[in-house]
């Protein structure tokens, strides 16, 4: 055994039948968060994620008050110092567990929905995602205690998600929905009559780098796009259309990246984000996110910096979260 694993699971071990007595003194609430952060340590498939809740239980536990799924509480702000507030993140490499299991090509890094959902929603709020591919803001979501809906326009892959959605008994108090449907023609205030919700704290917003990756054929889909302009007109629209469904002072995270071609760079993330600030939205923050290694740019690595030095050009090892505040 390696000994990684022996490390978690000697970790877990120390919270096997863990149990809050009656007589605790402790309220319900309390009580359930941190039964919660035990049993994601129990469910944790390494021992990076073990220790990332295991910092959570310990400070919810050397502080009642503070509890990350209520959102940031400012007089305890000195607590919060998993939340990143500088604009370059370098997070290293993909968390993995038993729901993000990365079976997506083209899926993002989980650590991205959490540092957004716990920046900005607090507990029992509504996150969207309307390309919500294999469902990654859905289960993070999930996890931190919001309600989330996701919508994607591939129909094997919504089943898959919705499958996995389904076969994940726990924390079923909050609703995690995807739908199968086109988020370029999508009703989204539909889905606020449908649940019953004043409306989304936040969408966190991931579209295909326009054509880099081939999603489907379905022309409806934003990698079929004929050309860039098409592709980022047909955001701006999608955004544009969910903007009646968000809450004022929302907030949108738009995850992309840039491309090549033509032997030049098409700055699709500078595009899509003049895009969005043509729709009136505030433009909060630039993050700069590093891209790590995919297992064939790794086996590839000589190639690639053989190709760069040769051709002049620069490997892509960043891509951008755009964070824009919704104003009503
Ligand atoms: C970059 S992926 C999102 C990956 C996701 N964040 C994850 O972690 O798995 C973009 C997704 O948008 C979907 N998509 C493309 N055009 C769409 C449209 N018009 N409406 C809804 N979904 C669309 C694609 O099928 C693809 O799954």
Redo the contacts with the bound molecule.
Sequence with gaps: MASNERNLSSLKQKFINIELPEDSGLDDSYKSVILREINQILKSQTLERAKHYLGILSRNLANPDWNIKQGINMDLWKGYDHIYTDSLWIMGKRVSNDYHKAW?W???VPQIPFQLISRYTEEGEWVL?????????LFEARNLGRNSIG????PD?YRKVKESLLSERDNSLYVSEVTN????T?DFTELLAKYDIDGFRLS?V????WDI?K??D?P????NSPDLEDFVL?LKE?IKRMLPAMKPESHIGL?IGDMYRGGEVIPLGFKTMAALQDLGLKLRGIVVKDIQNTKAKRTNENLWRYRALKSGFYVFRHEYIFVFKVMK
Aim: charge should be negative; hydrophobic fraction near 30%; aromatic fraction near 16%.
């Design positions: 997506y083209g899926n993002f995602d309307p390309f919500c591919g294999s469902g990654t803001t919508i994607e326009l591939n892959i449907g086109n988020s370029l999508y966190i991931h579209p295909p780098y990756i999603f489907s379905n409806d889909d934003l990698s047909k999608t995850v």
